[in-house]
């Protein structure tokens, strides 16, 4: 059995919708995870995508921010929602596959301008958050998916200029070490890195401030698919989408996807 999962931060699902069903009629991923869905749940637009066959749907959504949400053409069971940012922002989905594979969405907080807790509150609930799934994964135990936007580029190949974002969030080193300790704490497989080894050049976002973003590919690898170790040995291929930052009223973000022989 093959199962194909894709992951997006759709910056607003209810504004996105044509790119969205634009993607999945073209791509046709089992399960699309999507990040910052912008929208409580009652106005999800449930009907278009199960118009589309994805009528297993899981949300956990917000009033014009944050938001997550699963659609899936395969049923979905034992849904939860992790408040790992202590506030109870809509920031984590979880469901179970048939067969036992959790999959795990999350949109991490991007942590404001200022990378210093001090001066800067945002980035360290980004901090907190990040630490708080450190704990959660050091005592994991079911063979998971851990999916989303994760608001950090580790690698110097993840970003336009290593030298230049040193400084800036999303790259800095305190949050580099922090996502390596999240990693290390259940041996997560980066599955885009595996498919995709640095220092080749992989980015999934690109800035709304660039004029042309693809002339000046200005880009940052903030969006993940991380594995536990037997997930990770059952995937086959990975895809990133830049193609869709470039169709009509785009997220900054482009789709992510795995294929997996289960």
Same mark, same amino acid.
């Given at each position: 059995?093959?199962?194909?999962?894709?992951?997006?931060?759709?910056?607003?699902?209810?504004?996105? *919708?044509?790119?969205?069903?634009?993607?999945?009629?073209?791509?046709?991923?089992?399960?699309?995870?999507?990040?910052?869905?912008?929208?409580?749940?009652?106005?999800?637009?449930?009907?278009?995508?199960?118009? *589309?066959?994805?009528?297993?749907?899981?949300?956990?959504?917000?009033?014009?921010?944050?938001?997550?949400?699963?659609?899936?053409?395969?049923?979905?069971? $034992?849904?939860?929602?992790?408040? =790992?940012?202590?506030?109870?922002?809509?920031?984590?989905?979880?469901?179970?596959?048939?067969?036992?594979?959790?999959? $795990?969405?999350?949109?991490?907080?991007?942590?404001?301008?200022?990378?210093?807790?001090?001066?800067?509150?945002?980035?360290?609930?980004?901090?907190?958050?990040? $630490?708080?799934?450190?704990? =959660?994964?050091?005592?994991?135990?079911?063979?998971?998916?851990?999916?989303?936007?994760?608001?950090?580029?580790?690698?110097?190949?993840?970003? =336009? @200029?290593?030298?230049?974002?040193?400084?800036?969030? @999303?790259?800095?080193?305190? $949050?580099?070490?922090?996502?390596?300790?999240?990693?290390?704490?259940?041996?997560?497989?980066?599955?885009?890195?595996?498919?995709?080894?640095?220092?080749?050049?992989?980015?999934?976002?690109? @800035?709304?401030?660039?004029?042309?973003?693809?002339? @000046?590919?200005?880009?940052?690898?903030?969006?993940?698919? =991380?594995?536990?170790?037997?997930?990770?040995?059952?995937?086959?291929?990975?895809?990133?989408?830049?193609?869709?930052?470039?169709? *009509?009223?785009?997220?900054?973000?482009?789709?992510?996807?795995?294929?997996?022989?289960?």
């Amino acid at each position: 059995m093959t199962l194909r999962i894709a992951s997006w931060n759709i910056n607003s699902v209810r504004f996105r *919708l044509a790119i969205v069903e634009r993607f999945l009629t073209e791509q046709a991923p089992d399960i699309l995870c999507l990040q910052e869905t912008k929208t409580i749940d009652g106005e999800f637009p449930a009907d278009a995508f199960r118009a *589309l066959g994805y009528k297993h749907i899981v949300l956990h959504g917000q009033r014009m921010h944050h938001g997550v949400a699963i659609v899936s053409r395969v049923p979905l069971a $034992e849904d939860d929602r992790l408040d =790992w940012q202590a506030n109870m922002e809509a920031r984590h989905v979880g469901v179970r596959l048939s067969g036992g594979l959790r999959l $795990e969405n999350v949109y991490v907080p991007a942590g404001g301008d200022i990378p210093d807790r001090a001066l800067n509150p945002k980035f360290g609930q980004k901090l907190d958050f990040l $630490e708080r799934m450190t704990r =959660w994964s050091e005592s994991l135990k079911t063979p998971t998916l851990l999916v989303g936007d994760f608001n950090i580029a580790p690698l110097e190949s993840d970003v =336009w @200029s290593h030298k230049q974002l040193l400084d800036v969030v @999303s790259h800095t080193p305190i $949050e580099v070490a922090t996502l390596g300790r999240l990693q290390a704490a259940h041996d997560w497989v980066d599955l885009g890195r595996r498919f995709v080894p640095p220092p080749a050049r992989l980015y999934t976002w690109w @800035s709304y401030r660039a004029k042309d973003w693809a002339a @000046s590919d200005r880009g940052r690898r903030l969006d993940h698919m =991380w594995a536990s170790p037997q997930v990770a040995a059952a995937a086959t291929k990975h895809q990133v989408f830049e193609d869709c930052r470039g169709w *009509l009223k785009p997220s900054d973000h482009v789709p992510i996807l795995t294929e997996f022989a289960l």
